[in-house]
């Protein structure tokens, strides 16, 4: 019966490092504690890679092939995480937040069929230098490379690169800032390649006071490039 590989709910000063898991497990890791530190492991998993959501927690020097492969969910706000320095797989989508505050997704590989990265409710972030290639595999013009969605405020999103698709199917946008309830976030210095790549755009900007020029620079991408 599938079961999760490592189940650590509750423990907090965790550390995991250099674990081959390869095996028929619906979770990988499940960690709810504080000061959560999972690095050079290995994930083979049917459901989720990394589910946690206390605070302090980092993700590094991972690969991670799951359905969805990290994965934040926090009951209350989760504070001051990083995930970083990762190669990730999946069916769904790569690192999906929920809940998040302050937090850096940086340095990832990223090769999903849905979503590259989402954030939800999720604010005072930096993402930044990951790899997405290909979104929304899965279904054509539905999913994004980067995308902000219900009250996610005050995020950054700069240099990083998203790979289109010129056929079936292709992700709706590079970058979708979804709602007007997102507030004042950035978008600079990112590449995303030919528009046509795209199903809808490379660029969606619904937000509330987003940036997405330097000053002087030109509109509407500003710093961004095609």
């Known amino acids: 019966m599938p079961v999760t590989g490592v189940d650590a709910t509750g423990a907090n000063r965790f550390i995991m490092e250099r674990i081959y898991m ?11 504690g504080f000061d959560v530190h999972i690095t050079n492991c290995y994930l083979l998993c049917i459901t989720d890679g990394i589910q946690f959501s206390g605070d302090r927690t980092t993700i590094t020097d991972c690969t991670i092939n799951a359905d969805t492969p990290i994965i934040i969910t926090a009951a209350a706000t989760c504070d001051d995480w990083k995930i970083s320095n990762n190669w990730l797989a999946g ?21 999903v069929q849905q979503h590259g990265i989402s954030l939800t409710d999720t604010s005072r972030c930096l993402i930044t230098g990951n790899l997405i290639v290909e979104p929304s595999e899965a279904t054509d013009n ?22 289109g698709r010129s056929v079936a199917n292709q992700p709706r946008y590079g970058i979708n800032i979804s709602a007007a309830t997102c507030d004042d976030n950035s978008y600079l210095g990112n590449r995303t390649g030919p528009a046509a790549d795209y199903g809808t755009g490379a660029y969606n ?14 509109a509407p991408q500003g710093d961004n490039l095609l």
């Not at 390869?22 to 709810?32: E, L, P, Y």
């Open 22 to 32: 390869v095996t028929d497990v619906n979770d990988g890791v499940i960690a709810t």
């Open 91 to 111: 069916s769904v989508d790569g690192i999906a937040v929920t809940d998040g505050l302050d937090g850096i997704i940086a340095h990832n590989s990223l090769d």
């Open 142 to 163: 539905t999913y994004d490379g980067i995308i902000l969605a219900g009250n996610s405020d005050l995020n950054e999103i700069r240099d990083n690169k998203i790979t």
């Open 205 to 218: 900007d619904a937000g509330t006071g987003t940036i997405n020029t330097w000053p002087g620079a030109a």
